[in-house]
């Protein structure tokens, strides 16, 4: 599968922006999806993920209550909607998939996109 991820930008602290990711392949809704995040000098963190039904939601401490995951297998697509964005939210997000049904580490993901910037200024 390709991902492709996309709606980042530049926006002030306490706004919001909505991510997506859009997915080729017949077989997307068989996976497991993930967003993650990288800011400068970091390592790739663990933002968020949906199982393949959208039934589980799985979330960052940092981000619960902020960021919403959900996915629409009919458009193969997965969206991260970040709310109240902090100026610590800033990084590259990625989104990814993985044939797991749980999984909050990158190392069980194996297909990635190229990453969209957000930058939060305050």
């Known amino acids: 599968v390709q991902l492709q991820a996309s709606g980042g930008g530049l926006v002030q602290a306490g706004g919001s922006l909505r991510l997506s990711c859009a997915a080729s392949?017949?077989?997307?809704?068989?996976?497991?999806m993930g967003w993650f995040r990288q800011a400068p000098g970091k390592e790739r963190e663990f933002v968020a993920a949906?199982?393949?039904?959208?039934?589980?939601?799985y979330y960052a401490d940092s981000v619960k209550g902020r960021f919403t995951i959900s996915r629409d297998n009919t458009k193969n697509a997965v969206y991260l909607q970040m709310n109240s964005l902090k100026p610590g939210d800033t990084a590259v997000y990625y989104c990814?998939?993985?044939?797991?049904?749980?999984?909050?580490?990158?190392?069980?993901?194996?297909?990635w996109g190229q990453g969209t910037l957000v930058t939060v200024s305050s």
């Open positions: 990814a998939a993985t044939g797991r049904r749980v999984a909050a580490q990158s190392n069980d993901y194996n297909y």
């Open positions: 392949g017949r077989t997307f809704s068989s996976y497991t």
């Open positions: 949906i199982t393949w039904s959208g039934g589980s939601t």
